[in-house]
């Protein structure tokens, strides 16, 4: 699945602060795993609408069970375009990406923003993480390229030193307008 371990406190609490989510915003989470960022997620902002994708049936099913305020997709993200209507998503303010994008070409990154950025406003952030050592990988490149060519400003966090491994977060906000 592409984690070493399930993320810790400490870069959920990084992820959710860099996201900057208002009151009544639509929130969907990416790749939620055993939901370390949707447990932050919902304790801090408890009046969101929030989707999780998590393509990992028995990890939905956890999912479903511990987080009943959420609506769980046992879906890859890049069918979000494919189900949203059902799902009642016609805007996303808020992405928080939990998917491995270090472990993936630059086809498969791509296909999976090209789903998701149409449904962004114009405030949008997206938020995401990728692990420290990965950055040797070549891919963060990718994926900060990929980023640059959807959203005006891609930034970076500082390390959260205190997750295993440790990790910084991508922070993307102001969709461009593609022709
Ligand atoms: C790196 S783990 C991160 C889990 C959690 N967010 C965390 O930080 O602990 C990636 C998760 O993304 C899920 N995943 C992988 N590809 C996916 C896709 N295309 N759509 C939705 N979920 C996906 C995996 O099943 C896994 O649970």
């Known amino acids: 699945m592409g984690a070493i371990v399930p993320s810790g ?10 996201a900057q989510i208002s009151e009544g915003q639509v929130v969907v989470e990416l790749g939620a795993g055993s939901g370390s960022f949707t447990r932050e997620l919902l304790a801090q902002n ?9 393509m990992s049936v028995d990890l939905a099913a956890g999912l479903r069970r511990d987080f009943p305020r959420a609506q769980v997709v046992a879906l890859p993200a890049e069918d979000l375009p494919k189900v949203a209507a059902a799902l009642g998503i016609l805007r ?9 994008w270090a472990l993936w070409g630059e086809s498969r990154q791509a296909a999976v923003l090209d789903a998701i950025v149409p449904f962004l406003t114009p405030q949008a952030r997206m938020v995401t993480f990728h692990y420290v050592h990965s950055r040797s990988l070549g891919r963060v490149a ?3 390229r990929l980023l640059q060519e959807r ?3 891609v ?7 205190a997750n295993v491994p440790p990790a910084f977060v991508h922070i993307s906000q102001g969709v461009k307008i593609r022709g």
Not at 9 to 18: D, E, G, N, P, S
Not at 92 to 100: E, K, N
Not at 155 to 161: A, F, G, I, L, M
């Open 92 to 100: 996303i303010d808020r992405v928080v990406g939990g998917l491995p």
């Open 155 to 161: 930034t970076y966090s500082e390390p959260v030193w």
């Open 142 to 144: 990718t994926t900060r």
């Open 9 to 18: 406190k400490a870069l959920a609490r990084a992820i959710v602060a860099h």
């Open 46 to 54: 408890p009046k969101i609408s929030l989707t999780v994708f998590e």
């Open 151 to 153: 959203f005006e400003q």
